[in-house]
């Protein structure tokens, strides 16, 4: 069975770190691109950043560039992302995505085919 | 950074309806448009990419089409499993950026 399992999330307050974490099972991990996608409870679907099956293609919203940072394991197939500098504006719940591409590049076709269920961040002090 | 709007925003419909989602992107591209299905309590679902392309599974019922700015997902005749909040996504630059949601009820 294909499955994106994601783990780490937690209270915290603003300005500290949190790292989730993705266990993939079920496909050949290292063959695809994998991003990571947030939602506001009861709100609407943000894409926060992608990364390729080799690491060498990665992007990040705006929101979140520079204070968050993806990254994978394709030998554990596992994928992370450490969020730092945490805002209130964070709080979420954090979805594991598999791409159907094996690269994370612009114009191209991107179908989000696997999600995970989430994972719950919540930022207050 | 392109900015994805859509409407209506919900849209009460009864079995057997055909119904129509637009999606409009604030540049124009072609073909990098997806469309997600969401239920409450449950993570989105890939229903077409590529802007027409059906995910293998997906019921026929479901169709994209579109270009330039204006992106349209229909539903010929709906059923009781597709009660749901509907999605877009662009993915023609960077950042990626979906619609706000059109809920179907």
């Known amino acids: 069975e294909v499955q994106l399992v994601e783990s780490g999330g937690d209270l915290v307050q603003p300005g500290r770190s949190l790292r989730l974490f993705c266990a993939a099972s079920g496909f050949n991990f290292g063959d695809s691109a994998m991003h990571w996608v947030r939602q506001v409870p009861g709100k609407g679907l943000e894409w926060v950043a992608g990364l390729g099956w080799n690491s060498e293609t990665i992007a990040y919203a705006d929101s979140v560039k520079g204070r968050f940072t993806i990254s994978r394991d394709n030998a554990n197939k596992t994928l992370f992302l450490q969020m730092d500098n945490l805002r209130t504006e964070d709080t979420a719940l954090y979805y594991c995505?598999?791409?159907?591409?094996?690269?994370?590049?612009?114009?191209?076709?991107?179908?989000?085919?696997?999600w995970g269920q989430g994972t719950l961040v919540a930022v207050s002090s | 950074d392109i900015q994805m709007t859509q409407s209506p925003s919900s849209v009460s419909a009864s079995i057997g309806d055909k119904v129509t989602i637009t999606c409009r992107a604030s540049q124009p591209f072609t073909n990098w448009l997806a469309w997600y299905q969401q239920k409450p309590g449950k993570a989105p679902q890939l229903l077409i990419y590529a802007e027409s392309i059906l995910k293998h599974g997906v019921p026929s019922r479901f169709s994209g089409s579109g270009s330039g700015t204006q992106f349209t997902l229909t539903i010929s005749s709906l059923q009781p499993d597709d009660f749901a909040t509907y999605y877009c996504l662009q993915t023609n630059t960077f950042p990626f950026t979906f619609g706000p949601g059109t809920t179907v009820d």
């Open positions: 995505v598999k791409d159907m591409n094996i690269v994370v590049v612009a114009a191209a076709l991107h179908g989000f085919d696997v």
